[in-house]
């Protein structure tokens, strides 16, 4: 192990790879990434329907992080996976290709983060898409066709899917054939982090290049240097100049000439400043931490998107159980995945899903679906079924992460303070009573599917306090933690718009946890797109040829084709049907 670098890069979760990835392209210097977990060289990872094996519990790629009670949810505690080893959580996650809406980063700017609008970031999320539908291209208007990230369509044909797509449609939504296309809104298939039916997570993409047998893709200005968990940041006056590695049961200081950027995630982030002495003061020493700068910010702004399932059982092997029939069904899927990399193990379980308004006077969606060709009940694997998730995609709530510990291998504290704004209550339940109707449509309604949680309910204002009690039961989460060290033009926030950590120099923070405000849909392609602006960033480097858009998203951009002869008509949906 090296003792000096000209930048340490710390986590190589999706921002990780691509920061650490375009630092060391761009031959500013040397540059190390430094990652706690290990290689994301596993069948878990690489086959796409392995994350079933690696989200529902702590392992070797997963932390399988613990809430605090949740006083909205019944003083239920949550559960928040994130990816451990490299790749991060993108070694883990759904796969869903989604960047949300150009006015999500239109109110970023506005609200002080200079250089974040649609404009300025559109071009970086291209540089970092390889489309399939491009063939190769460089790109169009909106998407990159030779980037790093492979973002591809469906690489299975469930049935299911396709009857929720009609469903919906009966329902009133139109059928939307690119969710990242012109309007966001409308029901359709997702575009996955794939290539070849294999994950395609932020590693593969920056880190090695396509060669499996390389960790750094054959750089030799970077060291990608696993198992070391960083301890806390050095620092000389207010300066950061190095940090504490703990390594195969010893202890290194690795020092950097120029710059060290936290890519740790929206708790690993917010955590190591905070064990660094960086943040509040009070909380700070109250763990016996020195403070280096007072940040109250830093932890704070914590937000997620609530979720809930409507689930139903039926019988049928194209659906995933754990059942005698199941797997034999599997058995010859998994034959067929060998041959050509298609099926049921190249899917990620949710191959479709929908955005629409709960109110038509707003502007963007603000619900999102999820259909699984699954129950998502692990107290009843064996049980066929289907479930819809519905997803508040900006809620009003704002949580956040506290030191358990000044060690930073101890979990943080995380507390979401899920649903405490009554706004999302009422959001929810407004996206329930669409979900419920689409439920309700002949092409899922004739299988006589049986209600698995929610029998007695149908979300019409019959009965408000039953359904509320319902979401109170059944909130999660789907996994997007953002904003702990938000980002700002104001003196609060934790970063400035260079990405810059707030009263001290040579740090800067380059992930989520920059986020001011989640945007409407999944957030890896955001997240990686900010580790892509990062390095431009830290490298000195003028943003990407090509053209900044702000408007493109609402140009003509052809019409969309409906699946099975649908009409695909642009009916408005609204809760009053």
């Not at 190589?12 to 290990?38: F, I, P």
């Not at 469906?154 to 299911?160: M, W």
């Not at 969710?179 to 294999?198: A, K, L, S």
């Not at 926030?493 to 950590?501: A, F, I, K, T």
Request: hydrophobic share 35%; glycine share 12%; aromatic share 8%.
């Amino acid at each position: 192990m090296k003792q000096e670098y000209d930048y340490i890069v710390v986590g190589a979760g999706s921002a990780g790879c691509a920061v650490a990835g375009r630092l060391a392209d761009s031959k500013v210097g040397t540059v190390a990434l430094l990652e706690c977990g290990g290689s994301d060289f596993n069948r878990a990872i690489t086959i796409p329907i392995g994350f079933a094996s690696t989200v529902p519990k702590a392992g070797p790629f997963n932390y399988g992080y613990v809430t605090e009670p949740q006083p909205a949810l019944n003083g239920r505690r949550g559960y928040q996976p994130r990816g451990r080893g490299l790749g991060g959580t993108s070694s883990i996650n759904g796969m869903i290709y989604i960047r949300g809406v150009a006015s999500d980063y239109d109110r970023w700017a506005a609200a002080g983060c200079e250089g974040w609008g649609w404009g300025d970031v559109l071009p970086y999320f291209k540089r970092a898409e390889c489309n399939e539908r491009l063939g190769g291209s460089a790109e169009d208007a909106l998407h990159g066709g030779q980037g790093p990230l492979h973002v591809v369509d469906t690489r299975s044909t469930n049935p299911f899917d396709r009857r929720f797509l009609q469903a919906a449609e009966c329902a009133g939504l139109r059928y939307n054939a690119d969710f990242n296309g012109p309007e966001q809104e409308g029901v359709g298939f997702y575009q996955r982090t794939q290539r070849d039916g294999e994950r395609w997570n932020a590693a593969r993409a920056y880190l090695h290049r396509g060669n499996p047998q390389s960790v750094n893709g054959g750089r030799d200005n970077l060291d990608v240097l696993t198992n070391s968990q960083v301890l806390r940041v050095l620092f000389a006056g207010k300066r950061a100049v190095g940090v504490v590695v703990t390594r195969d049961g010893q202890e290194y200081t690795i020092r950097a000439r120029r710059e060290i950027i936290l890519s740790g995630g929206t708790f690993g982030s917010a955590q190591l400043l905070m064990v660094s002495g960086v943040g509040p003061a009070a909380h700070l020493r109250s763990h016996g931490i020195a403070v280096v700068h007072d940040a109250p910010g830093v932890g704070q702004n914590l937000q997620e998107h609530p979720n809930v399932k409507l689930q139903q059982r039926v019988f049928s092997t194209d659906l995933y159980a754990a059942s005698l029939r199941g797997g034999i069904r599997l058995l010859g899927e998994w034959r067929r995945y060998k041959r050509e990399r298609f099926g049921m193990f190249a899917s990620n379980i949710a191959e479709t899903g929908a955005f629409f308004k709960t109110d038509p006077a707003l502007s963007d969606p603000d619900i999102q679906l999820h259909f699984s060709t699954t129950l998502n009940d692990p107290a009843a694997r064996r049980l066929h079924g289907y479930s819809l998730n519905v997803c508040v995609l900006r809620p009003h709530t704002r949580g956040q992460v506290l030191l358990a510990s000044p060690d930073a291998r101890t979990a943080p504290v995380i507390d979401q303070n899920l649903m405490a704004d009554a706004r999302d209550m009422d959001t929810m339940l407004a996206g329930l009573r669409v979900a419920r109707r689409i439920l309700d449509q002949s092409p899922l309604a004739r299988l006589g599917a049986t209600a698995h949680n929610h029998a007695a309910l149908r979300f019409d204002g019959t009965d408000d306090e039953a359904a509320r009690a319902f979401i109170r039961k059944y909130t999660d989460i789907v996994f997007h933690p953002v904003g702990t060290c938000r980002m700002g033009g104001d003196s609060a926030s934790v970063v400035d718009p260079q990405l810059r950590v707030r009263g001290v120099e040579g740090l800067r923070v380059a992930d989520a946890s920059v986020m001011p405000d989640l945007i409407g849909g999944n957030t890896n392609a955001p997240s990686i797109m900010i580790g892509e602006k990062a390095a431009d960033l830290v490298g000195g480097s003028d943003r990407p040829q090509g053209q900044a858009l702000a408007s493109v998203w609402t140009s003509a951009h052809g019409q969309a084709g409906t699946p099975g002869g649908a009409t695909g008509r642009p009916v408005p949906v609204t809760t009053n049907a």
